[in-house]
C-alpha cells in the first residue's frame, strides 16, 4: 500500500482520516503541523521533521475545510511544491466520477460529489459534499466550491475562487479569478464585475451584487 503524509493545515483532520481509511489505497505514514496525530501515527511539527524514513515513497496532501481561506491551504500546498515532493488529489468513496475528467494535485472530492465527463478540476481545489461538477466545465487552481453548489455544463471558474453552500453557475457562464459568491446564488450569466483593491489585501477581489 503507497503511503501518505498528510499536512495538518487548519482542517478537519478526522474527516481526511476517515475517507483515506475507507478509500484504502493509502497508509498514513504522519500527520505534519496541527494536533496530535491519533495513537499509533508519526506526528511531526512540521516539514523540517519529517524523517527520511517517512518520506520515502511517501506522498503528500494537505489537509483543510471551510474555515480555512484558500490561500493558506495554498501556501501549505506551494510549499511542498517547492521541496520537489508529489502531492496527491483524494476523493470520497462515495463521490461519483465520471470518465474522462482530469483532477490536478490536492484537489479533495468529497461525499456524494458528481464530477461529470471532461470536467477539469485544477490543483489545490477543494469540492465539498452534494456539489456537481458540469460536462467540459473547469475550475481553475486553489478554489472552494461549497456544499450543494452546482458547476453546469461548459462554466469557467477562475482561479482562487470561492462559491458558498448552494451557489449555482450556469452553462456557459464565465467567473473571473478570484470571485466570492454569496450562497444560494444563482448566476445565469457572465456577471458584470466591480474590482476591489486595498493594500491591506495581497490580491484583488471581485464583487458581485446577489441575484
Not at 1 to 18: C, P, S, T
Not at 150 to 166: F, H, Y
Request: net charge neutral; glycine share 10%.
Amino acid at each position: 500500500m503507497k503511503k501518505l503524509l498528510i499536512i495538518d493545515a487548519g482542517g478537519n483532520l478526522e474527516r481526511a482520516m476517515h475517507e483515506i481509511a475507507q478509500a484504502g489505497d493509502y497508509q498514513i505514514a504522519g500527520v505534519i503541523g496541527g494536533q496530535p496525530a491519533p495513537a499509533g501515527i508519526p506526528h511531526f511539527a512540521d516539514l523540517n521533521a519529517v524523517t527520511d524514513d517517512a518520506r520515502e515513497n511517501s506522498a503528500f496532501f494537505i489537509a483543510g475545510d471551510q474555515r480555512m481561506l484558500n490561500q493558506h491551504r495554498l501556501s501549505a500546498y506551494m510549499e511542498v511544491k517547492r521541496r520537489g515532493w508529489p502531492i496527491v488529489a483524494l476523493r470520497s468513496t462515495s463521490a461519483s466520477l465520471a470518465a474522462g475528467i482530469r483532477l490536478r494535485e490536492n484537489v479533495y472530492i468529497d461525499h456524494a460529489v458528481r464530477v461529470l465527463p471532461r470536467a477539469n478540476i485544477g490543483a489545490n481545489t477543494w469540492v465539498m459534499q452534494g456539489a456537481e461538477i458540469g460536462t467540459d466545465s473547469k475550475i481553475g487552481s486553489s478554489c472552494w466550491i461549497g456544499a450543494h453548489c452546482r458547476v453546469s455544463e461548459r462554466a469557467v471558474v477562475g482561479k482562487n475562487c470561492t462559491l458558498g453552500e448552494g451557489v449555482v453557475i450556469g452553462p456557459d457562464v464565465v467567473l473571473p479569478a478570484w470571485s466570492v459568491i454569496d450562497s444560494h446564488t444563482t448566476l445565469t450569466q457572465s456577471p458584470p464585475t466591480t474590482l476591489f483593491t486595498d493594500p491591506l489585501f495581497r490580491s484583488p477581489v471581485y464583487l458581485f451584487e446577489k441575484g
